[in-house]
């Protein structure tokens, strides 16, 4: 059963390695500017290299409390900014980022699980 946290792990950080480095290049700028992001190209690229040291982290099992944290710095402020169901009139694309902002929700949910039991036993951080 050692290998469970381990997948977990790899399925939770895939997310966020692969959005990760898209974000680090400037992709979904445009779409956080026309969300109301200020300074989108920058933002975007700072929430990109939090996504991917984070979901790195997390992944090898390395310091994996602290990149848990990363994540949640990412997803707190991204959810909330990106994801605002509440203020949509269309009733397809309100219910799509009630959809995405619920995701965000159980992903920090996640995240802070990790944050207080740590990688697991197949991790670098409890090697032996």
């Known amino acids: 059963m050692k290998i469970v946290p ?3 792990r790899i399925l939770f950080a895939l997310i966020f390695v ?6 680090v290049g400037g992709a979904g700028a445009d779409y956080a ?18 996504s991917l040291v984070g979901g790195l982290s997390v992944l090898l099992g390395y310091k ?13 402020p991204v959810t909330f900014a990106m994801h605002k169901f509440w203020g949509i009139p269309d009733p397809m694309a309100a219910q799509m980022q009630m959809a995405m902002f619920m995701k965000n929700v159980a992903l920090i949910g996640s995240a802070l699980l990790i944050a207080y039991f740590g990688a697991g036993p197949l991790s670098i951080d409890n090697k032996s």
């Open 64 to 76: 994996a409390k602290i990149g848990a944290w990363l994540v949640v710095i990412f997803l707190v």
């Open 18 to 23: 692969m959005s990760g480095i898209n974000h």
């Open 6 to 8: 381990l997948l977990g």
């Open 33 to 50: 500017a026309a969300s109301g992001v200020p300074a989108a190209n920058i933002m975007v690229r700072l929430a990109g290299l939090l």
